[in-house]
C-alpha cells in the first residue's frame, strides 16, 4: 500500500485559489489514476476546494482539517501539515508515503512499484520540469533536491511523528527529531545516514510544475526567472516533446491560467 500525502495552501495563503484549486485537481486525478488500486490519499488543508466531493466518497481519500494560521511562513505551513499527515499515516500502520505538492504530478505505475517491491523506498534520480502551457518537458537530474514530490519512504511506525506541532517552535523541534519533517532535499541522505538507504527508482516519478504562481520555494525568490536559473537549469537536460503516453502517465493536462 502506497500512501500519498498532499499538503495544500489555503485559500488566504494562495496567490489565486481559483488557480491553486485547478492545479491541486490535476494533482488528484494523477495520484489516484494509479494502475494498482491499493493506494490511499492523505490531505492536509485548511480550506477544501469546492470541486473535491466526488474525491471524498472514496474511501481511500481523507482529508485532515487544520487550523488556520495567521501570518505564517510558507514553509513553516506545509511543513505542519506535511507533520499531520505524518501522524495520520502512523496511526494506519506506516508504511510506504510519498508526499506530493499539490501542483506536482506522478507517475501511475507508483503503487504497483510499491506493491511489488519491499525496501526502505525510493528516490528518483530522474524526473521531468513543466512550464504551464508549453508543450514539452525538461528532464531534471536528481529531481528530489528541488521538488518535494520525488521520494517514497517505507516509513516504520517509530520513525513517524505522535502530534500535531503545536506552535513553529514545536515544528522545529519535530524537524530535527524525525527525518519525516525534514526538508525534502536531506532525506535521501538522512535515510542513508541512519541505514536504511533508499533505492533508485526505475523510472521518473515525478512531473514538477512551474510558471503556474503557486510555487512555494520559487515564489519565495525575487522573481520566477530567479528561483528558476538558481533552481533548476543548472540541473535539466535535453527537452522532450510531451507525448500522448507521457500525458497518460502523469494525468497532464493544461490549467487555465486565469
Same mark, same amino acid.
Given at each position: ?16 485559489w ?8 490535476r ?47 510558507p514553509? =513553516? !505551513? ?5 507533520? $499531520?499527515?505524518? +501522524? #495520520? ?6 508504511? *510506504? ?5 499539490? =501542483? !506536482? ?5 507508483? $503503487?504497483?512499484? +510499491? #506493491? ?6 525510493? *528516490?528518483?534520480?530522474?524526473g ?61 541522505q ?69
Amino acid at each position: 500500500m502506497i500512501t500519498f500525502g498532499i499538503p495544500l495552501k489555503g485559500a488566504e495563503a494562495s496567490n489565486n485559489w481559483k488557480m491553486t484549486c485547478a492545479l491541486f485537481m490535476r494533482t488528484m486525478r494523477s495520484v489516484t489514476s494509479q494502475d494498482c488500486n491499493e493506494w490511499r490519499v492523505i490531505v492536509a488543508c485548511e480550506d477544501v476546494p469546492p470541486d473535491f466531493d466526488g474525491y471524498l466518497r472514496d474511501s481511500r481519500v481523507e482529508v485532515i482539517q487544520m487550523p488556520k494560521k495567521a501570518s505564517i511562513d510558507p514553509m =513553516d !505551513d506545509k511543513g505542519r501539515k506535511v507533520n $499531520a499527515i505524518a +501522524c #495520520k499515516h502512523r496511526e494506519y500502520g506506516a508504511g *510506504y508515503l510519498m508526499l506530493v505538492d499539490a =501542483d !506536482d504530478l506522478v507517475s501511475n505505475r507508483i $503503487a504497483s512499484l +510499491c #506493491k511489488s517491491t519491499v525496501c526502505n523506498g525510493f *528516490y528518483a534520480k530522474r524526473g521531468y520540469l513543466y512550464f504551464e502551457g508549453h508543450r514539452c518537458l525538461k528532464v531534471l537530474n536528481d529531481p528530489w533536491k528541488m521538488c518535494g514530490s520525488c521520494t517514497i519512504v517505507n516509513w516504520r511506525t517509530d520513525e513517524l511523528p505522535t502530534h500535531f506541532a503545536k506552535d513553529i517552535e514545536d515544528l522545529n523541534q519535530l524537524r530535527d527529531r524525525y527525518i519525516v519533517n525534514a526538508s525534502h532535499n536531506l532525506i535521501p541522505q538522512l535515510m542513508y545516514e541512519a541505514g536504511r538507504p533508499l533505492m533508485q527508482s526505475p523510472f521518473a516519478l515525478t512531473i514538477y510544475s512551474c510558471g503556474n504562481g503557486e510555487n512555494n520555494s520559487l515564489n519565495s525568490a525575487k522573481n520566477l526567472f530567479v528561483g528558476i536559473i538558481k533552481n533548476a537549469l543548472r540541473k535539466v537536460r535535453p527537452t522532450i516533446i510531451l507525448t500522448a503516453e507521457v500525458v497518460e502517465e502523469f494525468s497532464l493536462y493544461p490549467v487555465k491560467m486565469e
